[in-house]
């Protein structure tokens, strides 16, 4: 019990240095929890953004479907999609933990209005679950609305724009249909979008999924894939194996049901950025602790006679070097702390209110909710905490060993 106690009494004897490693210490943290933060809730929104668009935390499609999901097969489509969401949202074990869950048509067509056309993508579903998923009832210009009844769609400006279109004009579209006829269907244009981003507005078109089962033939309650929306999308690989076995016990077989993360290059990007963050969180909390060195290597020097007094009565070498190793801990652990609770406080204030990132991310391929929030985790604070630490604990190892190998009578006779 005496190293604890006779290190934090050390740091009492040179109030200014301890103020000064502390305050570095805690400058350092307080900067690793708010880029945790920040890049936490980055990297979370930009997992949202991109699931609610493409594939959802949890993806079920056909069998079919998944070996050709490149060429977006309307032949493979889930005959009875309805019975197959109804059976995730009771799935045991994911009480509380799915956001929606959602029934979605992605398919190519041709649009045309007179003599002009243009190939596109269109994009189906109910309308209200897409609110909260595509968001394009957020970019409809003034002058149109959002998808309220069948035989409604809206598109993007520039494709309007080619096609010579505007509200309340007539769009027709031709599409190959699941029984591998033509689909045809005329739209009313309700609305017209503009998100920033060129991939949707030149070439995406809505329609309600209604509307897209009887163009392609899908049948009353067929889709080509459900997309589980979860609370968490860190649960997602738990909650894929879940949607599974609930599947299987209600006899639903030819489905395949995968996490996000199984789906693409997309989640190897996110978890390399991740590992990437954290070098840098390691390298900036060395930066702040490694005037802890410098101050452990004056302190050493200045209480050489000290330490040679100590080592002459008795006091053995690994001894003094868990002393000086305690009091660089000891700064690291009080200066980590700060850090921390400071960090969590930005953190929990930035939230609620969050960082408005519209202008950089309008060159994104895909719609984003643009406000990011930060996330204000008590695990990563101390997971942080225990990172200062260590990081001050190693930073004075070297004068902790200078300290343990003088030679005590050296160390009387040159203080």
Partial sequence: MRIPTMAFRNLGRNKRRSALALGSVAISIFLVMIMNGLIAGFLGSI???YTKNETGHVNVVTEGYRERERFMPVDEAIADSRAVAEAIRAAPGLEGRVKSVAERVRF????????????ALGIAGDPEAERALLMLDRSVLPGGSYLSKPGEAIL????ARDLGLGVGDALKVVTQRADYGLGFKRFRVAGVFRTGVNSMDEAVFQVGIADARELLALGENG????????????ESDRAAALV??????GGLAGLDARSWTALGDFPRLIEMANSVYVWMYVVVAFLGAFIIT??????????????????????PAREVLWLFLAEGGALGALGSAIGVGLGLTFNLVFSRVGFDFTRAMAGFDWPMDNVVYTTADPLAGLAVFALGVAVSAVVSVLPARGAARMNPIDSIRSA
């Fill in 47 to 49: 997992v949202k953004n």
């Fill in 223 to 234: 889709s080509q894939q459900i997309l589980v929306m979860l609370k968490d999308y860190r």
């Fill in 244 to 249: 599974r076995e609930a599947l299987a016990a």
């Fill in 108 to 119: 190519g067509v041709v649009l045309s209005s007179g003599a002009r056309s243009k190939a």
């Fill in 294 to 315: 410098n101050i452990m290597m004056m302190v050493v020097l200045e209480r050489r006679r000290e330490i040679g007094i100590l080592k002459s009565m008795g006091m």
């Fill in 156 to 159: 993007g400006e520039r494709l």
